[in-house]
């Protein structure tokens, strides 16, 4: 395991805007879960009722019968399969349904060929479920198919699924935001953070498609500062936090490495989460961390381009710190031998 | 602008990655804990991020798989995920050996790959079959990996393959392990193989027994159609198969006891799967696969009477939702209108009128259930049973000869102690009827040989076991025997019969009747000994307990001791009035109605109680 830690915690007096960030963070996830609380109990109950499920996704397979254009193989197989009687794939086909916001518009006025009863429970439920999305801070702040306009592709990054959803990003923000704030100001890094998370939004609408399921978190925005950071400090070596998975002297520590390690590192494991997660099927929006990185490369790309036109002040010399250096991996009497 | 605190450490050494002359001569060997690290460093810090990226696109293949169920995609993705892992760590390994004596966790932690012997070099070959080796060590869960600490060399198998080494630059290396290291390794590694071939020859044992468990018991559904399997053996598959012919089977069958819910759910999912149109009796089927769920079980059984008023399947909806409320009465009304010819309708009049002590009606259901060949186990138990409550004693006897040389085992032994253990109650005189005669009663004579969980057959073996003690039974040591609590009050009740505590065992004999888990037969033997010593106060708290019997059939063999205990005490008033409720029901038996006959001709009560009085739940004496 490797992590980046850079320069460990930097205070609120040299990174009040990242601070900032955190704490509005913190008190819109208050706000969500105290007033998200009933409508998410509500949700999570209906798509654990298998009756319920199961109905639609035999309502689901029907119409992907009649509708096959523009989906993918696996699903019409999926419906094909339903339709053959197969009542396990009909829950997995019935949990992909509520994704589909078309299908789920088209509730009330369609047909179906079968039990009329689990038909006309499924429809009174669906109603029931919309209603509760419509309650939810989630569906009200988060980027879903029901709304897209633009105050949604800022209000989803402050808006976190739970607490470890927001702690993970919140792990991360002052990690780097702070890295950033302290080096390029409070307000550039705000503008970053918006405009990578705005970007991030469109990437993922563009390259995975907005559901019903909402788009929320900062991680998008996040991703954005992490990636100006690394490209700014290109080769600075930056220290990161390693542990070899034994609980042996040498086996934990710190390491420098270039910054530009943590960008190639997330580069690769977002871009594997897009190739080998299927969008009908994923929790983490992939599309929208590599958006984000995308983001942050053409902000830096522009800042350097703008350097490049108008000059400012000499950059500053990297720390005197040679890179792969391990400790306390090796015991420090060698490497202080050439000190 | 402020730059962030970097805190750097003092410098240290500049690692040189240019291999120098290390042979195995010259230095140390590798530390194994070293090796273990820089393997850690090549698997999870080189190659992890390589293997994601390249095997992503099968990942999703195999979700996609996973999600349709198919298995053979599905395994042929886990092979194909496998394949690229070892052909990674096969061509990294090969290359990095090869070219530079050392992969990059070894460069980290100052390692080499080095020939055995002077004068010779790893060639590429090697560093490939070095490769593979290492892999096949790591399949077998990286056990011949322990040779490190027990080599002289500590050279694993693919060292000693491949006539390499690996040694350490640095001071950190080590010696040859010590002779203790290598015993305690060695014998580790002894005590790991005979653990692994123990625990392996365990699992084939189970799955050898797992297998022949499967073969032995049929499984309910059938795997290959998806089709109820007892549907599939009592179906006649030679004709036309009807419409809805089969889930009407699955029914008929659900409601006799001998399919359970998920076999009517494969028989929907079947129609599902064969396209055939939902019927009533579909909805009606779905509101039994769903009876656990309110709502939609009782949207189902309305729609049936939507979609197809007047049918069976209405009736019997009415039936279903009526016998849930209670409503006895509505209950057998729907029953009477209804058509008949389901099956399934008059195997819940059966259960209906079986539970309501109707046996005559449930006796002339019985006859039409003749043409159901399926149903001739739970026809001829019925029959019995129902012959036999109704004080029909021989026809009883004949069909209880006819259904023990036709159904299984298990069923007529069941049956059998059913009959035995009631015709015990009257006297042991009955060990020599042929019900008792079928059982054997006697041969249990050992509390041990007695299954308990077999509540009627336990009975009757105790009931012969007493008959043949004369009243000396040691009922002690059959209350410390047994598990079943209900049982041991049983048997704790007695034992204070026998030391004439009468309220203790009263209050035992009370608490079992009160039982909710207690076997019907044995709180109506329980009932029948409370009755044989009641004194008036005890014959007054046992009439109340009567009351409340929610079985009618308990209730009414209740009835008949509580009346012959009246009659003993000569109470005739209470006597009269317990004839009263039973012969409103028309339960009250042969000899209890002689008994009233002779009662009345003896002295004359006067009126005869209407026939209209009601037993109810906390109802007050009328």
């Not at chain 1, 704490?23 to 509500?42: D, R, S």
């Not at chain 1, 490049?308 to 000499?314: A, M, V």
């Not at chain 2, 056990?143 to 950190?172: E, Q, W, Y």
């Not at chain 2, 809805?244 to 006891?257: F, K, V």
Request: hydrophobic share 45%.
């Amino acid at each position: 395991m490797i992590f980046p830690i850079l320069g460990g915690l930097i205070g609120w007096r040299r990174a009040p805007i990242t601070w900032s960030i955190v704490f509005l963070n913190l008190i819109v996830l208050l706000y969500t879960t105290a007033t998200g609380f009933e409508a998410q109990k509500g949700l999570e109950d209906v798509m654990r009722k298998s009756y319920f499920v199961s109905t639609q996704g035999r309502v689901y397979a029907q119409y992907l019968n009649e509708h096959a254009a523009g989906y993918p193989d696996f699903l019409i197989e999926l419906g094909r399969q339903v339709e053959l009687g197969e009542p396990e794939r009909a829950e997995v086909l019935g949990q992909l349904a509520f994704r589909d916001l078309v299908f789920l518009n088209d509730a009330d006025t369609m047909e179906f060929n079968g039990d009329q009863v689990a038909f006309r429970l499924w429809k009174r439920k669906i109603a029931d479920v919309r209603l509760m999305q419509s309650d939810h801070p989630s569906f009200t702040l988060g980027l879903n198919a029901e709304d897209t306009s633009m105050t949604k592709w800022i209000s989803y990054i402050f808006v976190h699924s739970g607490v470890m959803h927001f702690l993970g990003n919140m792990l991360f923000l002052v990690i780097f935001g702070a890295a950033l704030e302290a080096q390029v100001g409070g307000l550039a890094m705000m503008v970053v953070f918006l405009l990578s998370g705005a970007f991030a939004a469109g990437t993922f609408a563009l390259m995975t498609g907005v559901t019903t399921s909402p788009l929320v978190g900062a991680s998008g925005a996040v991703t954005g500062i992490m990636t100006l950071y690394c490209v700014m400090n290109w080769k600075r070596p930056a220290r990161y936090f390693y542990w070899l998975f034994l609980p042996a002297r040498g086996f934990m520590g710190f390491v420098y490495l270039p910054a530009w390690v943590a960008l190639v590192m997330w580069a690769i494991s977002d871009l594997a989460g897009y190739f080998g997660t299927l969008a009908e099927v994923g929790g983490v929006a992939h599309t929208a961390h590599l958006g984000g990185q995308a983001a942050g490369l053409i902000i830096a790309l522009t800042v350097y381009g703008l350097r490049q036109l108008w000059p400012q002040t000499e950059p500053q010399p990297a720390p005197d710190v040679p890179m792969c250096v391990l400790y306390p991996l090796l015991p420090p009497k060698h490497w202080n031998k050439s000190a | 602008m402020v730059t962030p605190d970097w805190s750097a450490p003092p410098r240290p050494p500049k690692i040189n990655f240019v291999a120098q002359e290390s042979t195995a001569a010259n230095s140390l060997l590798a530390r194994p804990l070293d090796r273990l690290a820089a393997v850690i460093v090549d698997l999870f810090v080189v190659l992890a991020p390589l293997y994601i990226l390249l095997s992503a696109p099968l990942k999703k293949w195999m979700t996609a798989s996973f999600l349709m169920g198919s298995e053979a995609e599905f395994a042929s993705t886990i092979a194909g995920m496998v394949g690229i892992a070892v052909g990674l760590i096969v061509v990294y390994q090969t290359f990095m050996h090869y070219f530079f004596a050392a992969t990059v966790g070894k460069f980290l932690f100052d390692l080499r790959v080095v020939a055995m012997f002077p004068n010779e070099r790893v060639t590429c070959w090697d560093c490939f079959i070095r490769a593979w080796a290492w892999v096949g060590e790591v399949l077998c869960l990286g056990l011949p990996m322990l040779a490190v600490f027990s080599n002289n060399k500590r050279r694993p198998l693919h060292d000693r393959m491949c006539d390499t080494i690996v040694i350490s630059r640095n001071a950190g290396g080590v010696l040859a392990p010590a002779l203790w290291e290598q015993t305690v390794v060695r014998g580790m590694f002894g005590f790991l193989i005979v653990g692994i071939l123990v625990i392996a020859l365990v699992e084939v044992r189970t799955a050898l027994e797992k297998i022949k468990s499967d073969t032995a018991f049929a499984a309910l559904i059938d795997r290959e159609t998806g089709a109820c399997e007892v549907v599939s053996r009592n179906i006649n598959e030679d004709g036309e198969v009807k419409e809805h012919e089969r889930l009407e089977l699955a029914m008929t069958l659900y409601a006799a006891g001998l399919a359970d819910r998920s076999c009517l759910e494969a028989e929907v999912e079947r129609e599902v799967a064969m396209q055939t149109p939902v019927g009533a009796v579909t909805y009606l089927a779905q509101a039994f696969v769903y009876a656990d769920e309110a709502e939609v079980s009782n949207s189902y059984l309305d729609e049936v009477c939507e979609s197809a008023p007047g049918t069976v399947e209405c009736a019997m909806s009415e039936v279903v939702s009526k016998w849930s409320d209670e409503d006895w009465e509505a209950v057998e009304d729907s029953l009477t209108r209804a058509p008949r010819g389901s099956g399934y309708l008059e195997v819940w009049g059966i259960r209906h009128f079986m539970k309501q002590a109707r046996y005559d009606k449930a006796l002339a259901l019985l006859d039409n259930l003749a043409v159901h060949k399926p149903l001739s186990d739970f026809s001829m138990v019925q029959r019995v049973k129902a012959l036999f409550n109704s004080y029909r004693a021989p026809e009883a006897e004949a069909a209880l000869m006819t259904a023990v040389s036709a159904l299984p085992d298990n069923e007529s032994k069941d049956l059998s102690a059913w009959v035995c253990a009631q015709q015990l109650q009257s006297g042991c005189a009955a060990l020599e009827t042929s019900a008792c005669g079928q059982l054997n009663p006697a041969d249990g004579e050992k509390i041990g040989e007695i299954d308990f969980e077999m509540s009627n057959e336990a009975l009757a073996r105790v009931l012969a076991i007493e008959c043949q003690a004369d009243g000396k039974m040691d009922y002690k040591s059959f209350g410390e025997a047994v598990n079943s609590e209900d049982w041991r009050m049983f048997f704790q009740a007695n034992v204070k019969r026998q030391s004439d505590d009468k309220n203790a065992s009263a209050h035992l004999f009370s608490q079992l009747i009160l039982s909710p888990d207690a076997p019907e037969l044995l709180k109506v033997e329980a009932a029948r000994r409370w009755a044989q010593f009641a004194d008036r106060k005890q014959t007054e708290e046992l009439f109340q307990q009567w009351r409340d019997i929610p079985s009618k059939e308990a209730w009414v063999k209740t009835g008949n001791f509580l009346f012959k205990r009246y009659t003993e005490m000569g109470d005739h008033k209470l006597a009269l009035k317990v004839a009263r409720y039973l012969m409103n029901d028309q339960a009250l038996a042969p000899q209890a109605l002689a008994a009233l006959a002779n009662m009345q001709e003896s002295k004359d009560t006067g009126k005869r109680a209407p026939a209209s009085i009601k037993r109810k739940k906390g109802s007050e004496e009328e």
